[in-house]
């Protein structure tokens, strides 16, 4: 059974940084790209991020670029999005998610539950 | 960057009623598009991938259909836990990926 377990949400200041983990378990880590969305509370889903299997290639959201960085540790069957520079706009619950298939698809066919990150002073 | 937009934003229907949302893309996406349900407090949940292919265990009620600019996720018959949010995204350009703004159906 595919679960994916996100960790590290809570309460920044603006401009403060955060490390969002993801524990995947139930499928061979390495052959999937994954992938963070977020929903700002009482909205829609913003993708924010992949990365392909290897952890070779990275893709960002304009609204993150430069300042979040998506990684992989596949010793560990885990998934980081280390965020900095953190704005109010950042505030959300912030799902992991696997990749549908293999190669960098990026239809997600499992989510976790998601953490929430509050960027607030 | 696509833009998905998702219509009418709240559907209100009754148990047994078929629903039909659409999603119209502001360039081709082929038939490179996904939906999804989510419901209050919860994850979403892949239903359709590709315009028309049900995810696993996703139940023949639902049906997608498209390609191009206009698509369709139609629920035969509506089952009390549809009663939910509906996303559509695309991947036919990214990134980004994008969503759509959602649609809503509501107990009638």
């Known amino acids: 059974e595919v679960q994916l377990l996100e960790s590290g949400g809570g309460l920044v200041q603006p401009g403060g940084s955060l490390r969002l983990s993801c524990a995947a378990s139930g499928f061979t880590f390495s052959n999937y790209a994954m992938n963070w969305v977020r929903q700002a509370p009482g909205k829609g889903l913003e993708w924010v991020s992949t990365i392909s299997g290897s952890g070779d290639s990275t893709y960002y959201a304009d609204s993150v670029k430069g300042r979040f960085t998506i990684s992989r540790d596949s010793s560990k069957n885990t998934l980081y999005l280390q965020m900095s520079s953190l704005r109010a706009e950042d505030t959300a619950l912030y799902y992991c998610a696997k990749s549908f298939t293999g190669g960098v698809a990026v239809t997600f066919d499992y989510w976790g539950q998601g953490t929430l990150v509050t960027v607030s002073s | 960057e696509i833009v998905l937009t998702q219509s009418p934003a709240t559907l209100s229907l009754s148990p047994g009623e078929r629903a039909t949302l659409s999603c119209r893309a502001s360039?081709?996406?082929?038939?490179?598009l996904a939906w999804y349900q989510q419901k209050p407090g919860q994850a979403p949940r892949l239903l359709i991938y590709?315009?028309?292919n049900r995810a696993t265990g996703i139940p023949a009620r639902f049906s997608g259909s498209g390609s191009g600019t206009d698509f369709t996720l139609t629920i035969s018959s509506l089952e009390p836990e549809d009663f939910a949010v509906y996303y559509c995204q695309q991947r036919r350009n990214w990134p980004p990926v994008t969503f759509g703004g959602g649609t809503k159906i509501e107990i009638k």
């Open positions: 360039q081709s996406v082929s038939s490179y």
């Open positions: 590709d315009a028309s």
